[in-house]
C-alpha cells in the first residue's frame, strides 16, 4: 500500500514555473514507476510524465516536453514535478502516481488527491 500526498500547486502568470512535491509512504518505494498525470475541466486525465525507479529514465507527454521535468528523491520518498514556461492549457488538478509498471494509461495502482495549478494568461 503506498499512499501519496501532493503539494505545491497554486495560480501563476503564463510564462511562470511552479514546482510540485508528492510525498510517498508505504514500502518499497524506489521500486515503484512514479508519475503525474492531470485532468483539466471538462477533460480526461492524461498523462504528463513519469519517472523509473532509478530516476534515470523518464518520459513525458508532447505538450510539456522541454518544459517539465520529473525527478525523485528515493531516500526521501519524494517526486517532484519541475514546471517551467507555463501556458494556460497546463491549467488542471495534477496527481502523483505509484504503479510496479510503465503506465501511461488511467488508473494507475495508487494516486492521491491532486494539487491544483491555475495558469493565467
Known amino acids: 500500500q503506498v499512499q501519496l500526498v501532493e503539494s505545491g500547486g497554486g495560480l501563476v502568470q503564463a510564462g511562470g514555473s511552479l514546482r510540485l512535491s508528492c510525498a510517498a509512504s508505504?514500502?518499497?518505494?524506489?521500486?515503484?514507476?512514479m508519475g503525474w498525470f492531470r485532468q483539466a475541466p471538462g477533460k480526461e486525465r492524461e498523462f504528463v510524465a513519469i519517472i523509473n525507479w532509478s530516476g534515470i529514465n523518464t518520459y513525458y507527454t508532447d505538450s510539456v516536453k522541454g518544459r517539465f521535468t520529473i525527478s525523485r528523491d528515493n531516500a526521501k520518498n519524494m517526486v517532484y514535478l519541475q514546471m517551467n514556461s507555463l501556458k494556460p492549457e497546463d491549467t488542471a488538478l495534477y496527481y502523483c502516481t505509484a504503479d510496479r509498471r510503465l503506465v501511461r494509461s488511467w488508473p494507475p495502482n495508487y494516486w492521491g488527491q491532486g494539487t491544483q495549478v491555475t495558469v493565467s494568461s
Open positions: 508505504g514500502r518499497n518505494f524506489s521500486t515503484y514507476f
